[in-house]
Each structure stands twice: as C-alpha cells, then as structure tokens.
C-alpha cells in the first residue's frame, strides 16, 4: 500500500513572490543550449519554486551524495536573481547534464520539453531520497 507523503505542506508553499523581484541574469548560449536555458528560465520566474530556492532551505537540509538535482536549481536561481551580471553560463547545470538525462549530450540540440520533465523528475528524486521512509 501506497503511504501519502507531503513534501512541501500547502501553508508553506506561496503562489506569489516573497520579495520584489526585479529580473535577473539572462543566460548565455553555450552551442546549443537554447533548450536548457528556455527550461532554467521558466523554471527560475515560477514563484513557488523561487521562492522555496531562495530561502536555501533545501541545501541546508541536504544529505545527499554527489549529484542533487535541486541543489544545482538552488544554486542556480540565486545566482541568476542575485547577480548583477547581465548574462551567466548555466555551468553547473551543463556540467550536470548527463546525471540529467542520461541521453542529453552537451552540444547537440536537445528537446527543452524532455529536458524539462527530466530536471523535474531529478528534483523530485532529490526531495523523495532528502525524505524519511
């Protein structure tokens, strides 16, 4: 039998942004990464997310070992919100790419709706294994 598990309760989850936010860093095109950075941008202005990103809540907590799909989104949101910079390279999230998706090659043109449902599932793998049985 499937137990329900809660891994974010709704009281805590909030649809609008805590802090003003003005934009952040765009990102650099690194050959072919048009896919990932469309997916990274959706995924860095949907306020939920952010906000839940921003308050570093996940990295403090973490136990997992080498790859953590939602520490590299942590990572990567502050640095895109709080850089002055107007553009970054997404590096940690290329370096990743593999742990990803197996099937994701850096420089060959990729699908941005299959990269989407592979980042999400990794960061959910991410909250699933931070997670007690």
Excluded at 10 to 33: D, F, P, Y
């Amino acid at each position: 039998s499937w137990s329900k598990q809660i891994l974010f309760p709704a009281e805590k989850i909030c649809m609008v942004w805590q802090q003003r936010q003005s934009a952040g860093a765009g990102l650099c095109n690194a050959g072919n990464t048009c896919f990932l950075n469309a997916v990274l941008q959706c995924l860095t202005y949907t306020p939920p997310l952010a906000n839940y990103l921003l308050s570093r809540e996940h990295s403090q907590a973490c136990q997992q070992q080498g790859f953590c799909m939602m520490c590299i989104m942590e990572a990567h949101v502050n640095k895109v919100l709080h850089s002055r910079a107007s553009a970054i390279l997404p590096l940690a999230v290329l370096k990743a790419l593999r742990c990803i998706g197996e099937h994701f090659e850096r420089g060959r043109e990729e699908d941005a709706h299959d990269f989407l449902s592979c980042t999400v599932n990794a960061m959910q793998r991410a909250c699933l294994s931070a997670s007690s049985e």
